[in-house]
């Protein structure tokens, strides 16, 4: 019997499988042997597992090693996924679990942070908005500038590259919920079950991470080779 | 609602995650103040971006060692 499954690119290309109907299609077909379907698999999920596996282990190699056992787990495992999460979900603690058995095996590893980043700070310099003895306290000093539109290809590669440096060098686990949440369109919901987080924290994370990424092209924008727009 | 406040509620807005008298503030302020209205929309061009972001794929050897082990095992 020959069903069609419509199965949703978000953005980044990463293979939306919230629907129950599509996840036991899917793992129907997997169990079946359809290379084709395991293939869609590993090209949509793998780019995002590594990175999540990166967050718990010391080195690309690992991360690696990691997304690659996992899929083999994937592979000798699908009977026993049934459908009480998404598929991916299930992929994902398998994952998990993998990544924090290295982890636990290498001694070179980074304690993963609990509440190391400081989730309370302002994530606009305090110094951009008028303090208590101006006229306005409280309100922008002077307007963000605006934004010129990427008019040529260069400057819409340098656009990508500033947002790729800003995100690489944020604190872990702000790089992983942006990268799941704004990358690879994962659902809040999925991204707290995967990451092991609370909704709140996830938001905290992602508005620290999003506004970070966005103050550095706010730079970028503002160099005068850019031709930057006016301050107000 | 000052500025300062606004930046810092523009991810819970955009998430829904806003309590009603919170959101009304927030929309109130937003259609008052330019420079608000910039870095929201600023924010979302962010989110945008990082969207369109091409992806890089598991390597090619990686790749089809797994093919492989799936064939194998559905052998």
Same mark, same amino acid.
């Given at each position: 019997? *020959?069903?069609?499954?419509?199965?949703? *690119?978000?953005?980044?290309?990463?293979?939306?499988?919230?629907?129950?109907?599509?996840?036991?299609?899917?793992? !129907?077909?997997?169990?079946?042997?359809?290379?084709?379907?395991?293939?869609?698999?590993?090209?949509?999920?793998?780019?995002?597992?590594?990175?999540? *596996?990166? !967050?718990?282990?010391?080195?690309?190699?690992?991360?690696?090693?990691?997304?690659?056992?996992?899929?083999?787990?994937?592979?000798? !495992?699908?009977?026993?996924?049934?459908?009480?999460?998404?598929?991916?979900?299930?992929?994902?603690?398998?994952?998990?679990?993998?990544?924090?058995?290295?982890?636990?095996?290498?001694?070179?590893?980074?304690?993963?942070?609990?509440?190391?980043?400081?989730?309370?700070?302002?994530?606009?310099?305090?110094?951009?908005?008028?303090?208590?003895?101006?006229?306005?306290?409280?309100?922008?000093?002077?307007?963000?500038?605006?934004?010129?539109?990427?008019?040529?290809?260069?400057?819409?590669?340098?656009?990508?590259?500033?947002?790729?440096?800003?995100?690489?060098?944020?604190?872990?686990?702000? %790089?992983?919920?942006?990268?799941?949440?704004?990358?690879?369109?994962?659902?809040?919901?999925?991204?707290?079950?995967?990451?092991?987080?609370?909704?709140?924290?996830?938001?905290?994370?992602?508005?620290?991470? %999003?506004?970070?990424? %966005?103050?550095?092209?706010?730079?970028?924008?503002?160099?005068?080779?850019?031709?930057?727009?006016?301050?107000? | 609602?000052?500025?300062?406040?606004?930046?810092? $509620?523009? +991810?819970?807005? $955009?998430?829904?995650? $806003?309590?009603?008298? +919170?959101?009304?503030?927030?929309?109130?302020?937003?259609?008052?103040?330019?420079?608000?209205?910039?870095?929201?929309?600023?924010?979302?061009? +962010?989110?945008?971006?990082?969207? +369109? $972001?091409?992806?890089?794929?598991?390597?090619?050897?990686?790749?089809?060692?797994?093919?492989?082990?799936?064939?194998?095992?559905?052998?």
């Amino acid at each position: 019997m *020959a069903v069609e499954v419509v199965v949703e *690119a978000a953005p980044g290309g990463a293979i939306q499988t919230d629907a129950p109907l599509i996840d036991a299609e899917l793992a !129907g077909r997997l169990r079946g042997g359809d290379e084709k379907a395991f293939a869609e698999l590993l090209d949509g999920w793998s780019q995002a597992m590594l990175r999540v *596996a990166r !967050g718990y282990v010391s080195s690309d190699q690992t991360a690696e090693d990691v997304v690659q056992e996992t899929w083999l787990a994937v592979i000798r !495992g699908i009977d026993r996924f049934e459908g009480r999460s998404s598929l991916r979900t299930w992929v994902y603690r398998i994952l998990v679990n993998i990544a924090k058995a290295h982890r636990a095996r290498d001694s070179r590893t980074v304690p993963w942070p609990a509440l190391a980043e400081d989730d309370t700070a302002p994530t606009v310099d305090r110094g951009r908005f008028q303090s208590a003895d101006e006229p306005y306290p409280g309100h922008w000093r002077r307007f963000p500038m605006v934004w010129p539109s990427p008019e040529t290809d260069v400057v819409a590669h340098e656009v990508r590259d500033t947002i790729e440096a800003a995100v690489a060098e944020l604190p872990q686990r702000q %790089r992983l919920v942006l990268t799941l949440r704004d990358m690879h369109g994962y659902s809040a919901v999925e991204v707290c079950e995967i990451l092991e987080v609370s909704p709140q924290n996830q938001r905290v994370l992602l508005h620290r991470a %999003r506004a970070a990424v %966005r103050a550095r092209l706010e730079e970028y924008f503002g160099r005068p080779s850019t031709g930057g727009g006016e301050a107000r | 609602m000052n500025c300062d406040e606004f930046v810092e $509620l523009v +991810t819970a807005y $955009l998430e829904g995650a $806003l309590d009603e008298a +919170t959101q009304q503030r927030f929309a109130a302020h937003l259609s008052e103040c330019d420079g608000c209205e910039r870095y929201l929309d600023q924010i979302r061009q +962010t989110v945008q971006t990082l969207a +369109t $972001l091409p992806p890089h794929s598991l390597g090619g050897q990686a790749r089809d060692r797994l093919l492989e082990a799936f064939r194998e095992f559905h052998r």
